[in-house]
């Protein structure tokens, strides 16, 4: 039997120690289980996030390097890790996460104890944190009501399949013994998402709720494919015949792991758009944000795709 499953078991009879536990929450997110999302809030909660008492916050996930923030206050570029000298190799301040990522792993996924050596640098400074899964928020509900067939992949570990261990962890976590046997204060959901205020993603929420409120375009997000979104101009004509005549702005669900990390980043590219005027509107909006819409520059030819990032 897998360590995962041996440690989730321990979580549920009381009897995890704290490595024990974080392996039994985060292990899922180093595998391939995680590498296939829907939709931008499914994509972004794929993290643990252990949130400090004065603002600041610690995510670790499936597609990022662990991150260090805070929730409200915007971080002037450049800034400085708040950590002793000795201890700030390998954090470097990224604006699209309004923090610091550390490449201390060289890009792999941390193991419990490394993610609990981080917890345990941060809390010496910035006090005991609680426990944040926005990932349980957004899956358990599913997992536990369609079991095994919430998933499509028949992944295995050590010959144990790890959907079967998904919704294990699922059922846990709903009938609480995940938040007894928690080391911290364990939080399901909160008010806050996790995410600090000024990362890509929330201002490009922002952005997006802008969009709509000046009803300059349709919005037609989380699409699955082009086929999917036929008729959604209708639909949204039918609904507001304001916004006849407008243009579409879309955002791809499939795959969205690629367009929305769990670190707050956006590597979502617009779909072609060739009216001056709304992609002037457009910019103007995102920039109010604190975004540049710029030309996707991963085309080998100038097109009129864009992408969207920190200033």
Not at 76 to 105: C, D, E, H
Not at 210 to 236: F, R
Request: charged fraction near 25%; glycine fraction near 8%; aromatic fraction near 12%.
């Amino acid at each position: 039997m897998t360590s995962w499953a041996k440690n989730l078991k321990k979580v549920k009879a009381g009897k995890a120690s704290k490595v024990e536990f974080v392996d039994a929450i985060t292990h899922w997110m180093g595998t391939e289980i995680a590498e296939s999302t829907e939709g931008m809030g499914e994509a972004v909660s794929r993290r643990a996030v252990w949130l400090f008492p004065d603002g600041y916050a610690l995510s670790v996930g499936a597609n990022f390097d662990p991150v260090f923030y805070h929730l409200s206050k915007e971080l002037p570029v450049g800034s400085m890790i708040p950590l002793p000298q000795s201890r700030k190799k390998n954090w470097l301040f990224a604006s699209r996460t309004n923090g610091w990522t550390y490449s201390g792993l060289g890009g792999r996924f941390p193991k419990a104890e490394e993610t609990l050596a981080l917890v345990d640098l941060f809390s010496a400074n910035h006090g005991e944190p609680k426990l944040l899964l926005p990932w349980a928020f957004h899956w358990v509900e599913s997992i536990t009501e369609q079991g095994e067939e919430y998933y499509d992949w028949d992944e295995s570990e050590d010959g144990v399949n790890i959907r079967e261990i998904m919704s294990s962890l699922a059922t846990a976590i709903e009938d609480g013994s995940v938040a007894e046997a928690c080391p911290w204060d364990f939080l399901l959901s909160s008010e806050e998402d996790g995410l600090s205020h000024y990362s890509d993603f929330s201002k490009f929420q922002r952005f997006i709720e802008k969009v709509e409120d000046a009803k300059i375009a349709i919005l037609d997000l989380d699409q699955h494919c082009a086929a999917c979104s036929n008729g959604t101009y209708e639909d949204a004509v039918a609904s507001d015949p304001e916004l006849a005549g407008k243009e579409v702005f879309r955002t791809w669900g499939q795959n969205s792991e690629g367009n929305w990390l769990g670190d707050g980043s956006v590597y979502m590219e617009s779909g072609y758009i060739d009216n001056p005027e709304f992609e002037r509107q457009l910019k103007q909006l995102a920039q109010d944000e604190g975004l540049d819409m710029g030309l996707d520059d991963k085309n080998w030819e100038p097109s009129g795709n864009f992408a969207f990032e920190s200033k």
